[in-house]
């Protein structure tokens, strides 16, 4: 894989259960098709599996979305900056909260931080945390999120 390197311009991320932050330039899909070692899968699996699904490799279907179900499971976190008219928010999807999830949530926090000004003027933005072992959603802002603890 080559060097990545984290601008301001990165609205999504992937983050391993060991608190490694990988900047998404395109979609999700496609940087773990393009980085399939990282998440511990072959190519081959990937094409197996869109085969499968009778999907073409990098359609945003049912491959995907197991694909993504998987990584997840596995303690990847996966997050991505929507803007709406209503609403611009950062969602989080997880498996669950671990104390090891929050302590990679706060990592991911502060290189936000360290490199986008205006998020460090605008700590009121909305995270939305999704757990898919429970389905459940957390709503906190950015600065809430040094305040995340355990049920």
Known sequence: MNNITITTHH??????????IYP???SHIRFVIDNADLFDMSKDDIKVLYATHNEKIGFEGKARKEIM???ISNGWI????KESNNENFWTLELNELTE?????ILKWKEMLLSLNQ????????TVKIITLKNNKEIKV???ELSSLRLA
């Open 11 to 20: 609205s999504a991320f992937w983050i391993s259960n060991a608190g490694l």
């Open 24 to 26: 998404v330039a395109t």
């Open 69 to 71: 179900s998987e990584l």
């Open 78 to 81: 996966r997050t991505r900056y």
């Open 100 to 104: 090891s999830s929050i302590q990679n």
């Open 118 to 125: 205006d998020l460090r003027n605008n700590l009121n933005t």
């Open 141 to 143: 802002s950015l600065d």
